[in-house]
T-cell receptor, first 109, second 116 residues
């Protein structure tokens, strides 16, 4: 069945460091891919998405490119801020929506 | 629009009790789903529905039932609560299509359930 795998956390970075959170997926069809973010004490909200191969989703300085050949959708940001501290979830939508286990990010000043 | 609403926000049950978690949305979304969130496990899909009268199992359906008699409502029933069902439960909805907001999951505020 469909599944999403993310890099293990927690991840701790200094402010202005480069961020990569790896995400790979398994799906029988051609899914849409998403990154959601959950800030402390809040619900999940959409960060970015891509609906087909080679699409790049971007929002708030975050980017991810849909790579069909490697079944990946890695999240990147060039310079993280303390306010980016949150849990990040990779997800796919095929016939249903499946989430990865989440990666906790802490950014320290 | 109220978006996705869930009740109750908190609930404590004893082992063996049954209850229903309510979920409603006023956005006319076809797709609705239930997840449970446990530390280190992310969100795991319990059941989902692609429209009124249609439901299907997700990754962890055992011990839970759902029905979808209307587009707006998607209740989750715990048949006989067990301590392993202690979790935070989220309902979500979305619409299909190719527009900018398509497939974006809108989440309810969650229900924190404790089973003693």
């Amino acid at each position: 069945g469909d599944s999403v795998t993310q890099m293990e956390g927690p991840v701790t970075l200094s402010e202005e460091a480069f961020l990569t959170i790896n995400c790979t997926y398994t799906a029988t069809g051609y899914p849409s891919l998403f990154w959601y973010v959950q800030y402390p004490g809040e619900g999940l909200q959409l960060l970015l998405k891509a609906t087909k191969a080679d699409d790049k989703g971007s929002n708030k300085g975050f980017e991810a490119t849909y790579r069909k050949e490697t079944t990946s959708f890695h999240l990147e940001k060039g310079s993280v801020q303390v306010s980016d501290s949150a849990v990040y979830f990779c997800a796919l939508r095929d016939d249903k929506v499946i989430f990865g286990p989440g990666t906790s990010l802490s950014v320290i000043p | 629009n109220a978006g996705v609403t869930q009740t109750p926000k908190f609930q404590v049950l004893k082992t063996g009790q049954s209850m229903t978690l309510q979920c409603a949305q006023d956005m006319n979304h076809e797709y609705m789903s239930w997840y449970r969130q446990d530390p280190g496990m992310g969100l795991r899909l319990i059941h989902y529905s692609v429209g009124a009268g249609i439901t299907d199992q997700g990754e962890v359906p055992n011990g839970y039932n759902v029905s979808r008699s209307t587009t707006e409502d998607f209740p989750l029933r715990l048949l006989s609560a067990a301590p392993s069902q202690t979790s935070v439960y989220f309902c979500a909805s979305s619409y299909f299509g190719s527009g900018r907001g398509a497939d974006t999951q809108y989440f309810g505020p969650g229900t924190r359930l404790t089973v003693l």
